[in-house]
């Protein structure tokens, strides 16, 4: 159980440096095809915004990855499960506000997560 955990936190994280560099670098090229609904205008107008998400996404996968190198079982799923708490909350509120799809990129893999953390 724990090696199933570890990877989905690992896959996680590699999601959040993905959305780093596409919101922080290739907002106006990825991030227009990523965001089909976001008018196209705005793309250059909002770059500034969007590298400060992806800057926030980063840190999200900083935190992932830090607790998979943390030895104590105990500090490691308190770590694990503050961070996919965040990615998972991050995931709903975008879900909501922005593209509906991302509950499924975000949300429902730090719920699955959370979830074999807390039945091990």
């Known amino acids: 159980m724990t090696t199933a955990i570890s990877i989905l936190t690992g896959v996680i994280a590699l999601i959040h440096i993905y959305i780093l560099w596409f919101e922080m670098f290739a907002w106006t090229t990825r991030g227009k095809r990523v965001f089909k609904s976001f ?29 998979l190198f943390i030895t104590d079982a105990v500090w490691r799923d308190y770590i694990s499960l503050f961070f996919l ?14 593209e509906k799809r991302i509950v499924f990129v975000q949300a429902l893999p730090a719920f ?8 091990k």
């Open 85 to 98: 708490s965040c990615v998972a909350i991050a995931g709903i509120f975008g879900a909501v506000t922005a």
């Open 39 to 67: 008018p196209e205008q705005l793309f250059e107008q909002t770059k500034a915004m969007a590298a400060n998400q992806g800057l926030y996404n980063g840190f999200l996968a900083a935190g992932l990855i830090w607790s």
């Open 112 to 119: 699955i997560t959370i979830l074999l953390i807390v039945i």
